[in-house]
């Protein structure tokens, strides 16, 4: 079975847990996982996500995710979860720019994690094609969840 930690340390009352857990399971599906996978999740302030993202891409701005890829899978093989890594997002990012993009709170917190997920895989969008292979395996993901844009 999948595992998600969650520690929330913003103000926002975090509803979509369940969602989450089926996107863990449709990422292993997407990304061929050998196992079943773990991730660890981080609600935090804007505040902090700014602090954060400087701290770690020297961008002195509030982002909507940050992934951390764990290193060490190999050595950690023995588990019997794949440890993919820990994920952090900004609520308050999330909120504005699901009013920007007019799209519903789920979907955007969906949307956001299931790319977060990607980063975990190995995935990045540095280039066109790169970002074009990423939101694909994205989308597939949210296409099977039928969550849709609007």
Same mark, same amino acid.
């Given at each position: !079975?999948?595992? +998600?930690?969650?520690?929330?340390? #913003?103000?926002? %009352?975090?509803? /979509?847990?369940?969602? @989450?857990?089926?996107?863990? &399971?449709?990422?292993?599906?997407? /990304?061929? &996982?050998?196992?079943?996978? #773990? =991730?660890?999740?981080?609600? =935090?302030?804007?505040?902090? !996500?700014?602090?954060?993202?400087? $701290?770690?891409? *020297?961008?002195?701005?509030?982002?909507?995710?940050? #992934? /951390?890829? $764990?290193?060490? *899978?190999?050595? $950690?093989?023995?588990?019997?979860? +794949?440890?993919?890594? *820990?994920?952090?997002?900004?609520?308050?990012?999330?909120?504005? *720019?699901?009013?920007?993009?007019?799209? #519903? +709170?789920?979907?955007? @917190?969906?949307?956001? /994690?299931?790319?977060?997920? %990607?980063? $975990?895989?190995?995935?990045?969008?540095?280039?066109?094609?790169? %970002?074009?292979? !990423?939101?694909?395996? =994205?989308?597939?993901? !949210?296409?099977? +969840?039928?969550?849709?844009?609007?």
């Amino acid at each position: !079975m999948n595992n +998600l930690n969650i520690k929330n340390c #913003s103000l926002f %009352a975090f509803k /979509f847990k369940e969602d @989450f857990l089926t996107i863990l &399971a449709e990422s292993k599906r997407e /990304f061929n &996982a050998p196992k079943d996978i #773990s =991730v660890d999740l981080l609600f =935090v302030t804007k505040c902090k !996500m700014k602090k954060l993202n400087f $701290l770690h891409r *020297q961008k002195n701005y509030t982002t909507d995710i940050l #992934s /951390f890829p $764990l290193e060490a *899978q190999k050595e $950690l093989d023995f588990l019997e979860l +794949l440890e993919l890594g *820990q994920i952090i997002i900004s609520p308050w990012k999330i909120i504005k *720019q699901a009013k920007e993009f007019n799209h #519903s +709170l789920r979907r955007e @917190f969906c949307y956001i /994690f299931a790319h977060g997920i %990607a980063h $975990l895989f190995g995935f990045d969008h540095q280039t066109e094609e790169e %970002a074009k292979i !990423m939101n694909q395996h =994205v989308e597939n993901i !949210m296409q099977r +969840l039928n969550i849709t844009r609007y």
